[in-house]
């Protein structure tokens, strides 16, 4: 029987998620929840850009929670500050398990804030469910990935993952791209994810998780931000990034032992290709996950991806994947949170139909 599943979310990765659901004969789409009235009552092939498939989109979440189904897959607005724990335990409470990027310190669950990780627990409970939450970055990358590369090691000394991305015009929501990433604001005070409170959220679980993965007990997680002023002014998205506001950043969160680095995390985000050219870069493209294992023997490994000669928009598409994929385990897992490395190997089994 195919794994019945509720969508919550259409943007930017909840658009990729829908068509990757639909395409699977493994997975039924029950229901679809979207935020805007426009999609209401839409189809959701429609919505997606594929042929219609009979199941009309709704803002109504609470008769989505009555609808029978196996797995909620949520991808509603992320925000660190108040996360959606509410919505995603009465969706757990309902019976069904919930997988989602929405929380990233609930991929690594014990290094949670403890008010998130008992509320969504308290929801397992009460259902008898499971939540799994990934990702990109925070997510395969900086999780199964790097650890997977470390079984080569006979030492190793410290462990960094880059994300190295060009956020091009359109191609993020206005929130993430100003509200959140602070794009075009102000130097000072810094853009809201670059906060320590921010960076900690979001990035603080795969540190700790990489570091427990290989034994590290570590002393303190620390973050550094710089931001890059804009030469020029330049129209981005509508807007325009005046010169001396935020054209660029880069920040790193980083797990020490006795003062030294031993596994960090490194983000540099970029307006246009040309901006800080101080600062590291892909060594093809405008968008690249990097992993540097410095140790015996030293291993740097690069992955380009692309989705029709669009980077942004494949790092989307792996996001999208790397939870759809995830969907039966997590349907077969024990009620409670899981990480990556508590279900099986999640491959591209479900993918393995004819080339498109």
Partial sequence: MPRRVIQYGTGFVGTHVLR??????????VGLVVH?????AQDAGTICGV??????????????LGVEADVFAYFGAADFANPATDLLERMLASGKNVVSTAISELIYPQAARKEIREQIEQGCRDGSTTYFGT?????????YLPIVMTGCSRRIDSVRVYELA????????????FDIMGLGGPLDPPPPITTPEGLLANWAGVVAQMAAQLGLQLDEITTHVELNPADEAFDYQGRTIEQGTVSALRFEIVGLVDGQPRVAVEHVTRTRDQEAPQWVRPQAGSDAYRIVIEGSPR??????????????????????????NAIPAVCDAAPGIVTAFDLPLITGRLATGKPS
């Fill in 135 to 143: 990702g990109i970055e925070p997510g395969f990358f900086s999780d």
């Fill in 51 to 64: 042929d219609p498939v009979g199941v009309e989109a709704t803002i109504d979440v609470d008769r989505m």
């Fill in 299 to 324: 291993l740097q490994c690069e992955f380009q991806i692309d989705e029709n000669g669009d980077g942004l928009d494949a790092a989307y598409l792996i996001t999208a994947m790397r939870v759809i």
């Fill in 20 to 29: 990757g659901i639909l395409a699977n004969p493994e997975f039924e789409l």
């Fill in 36 to 40: 805007s009235e426009d999609k209401a």
């Fill in 166 to 177: 060009t956020y091009g015009s359109g191609q993020n929501s206005d929130v993430v791209a």
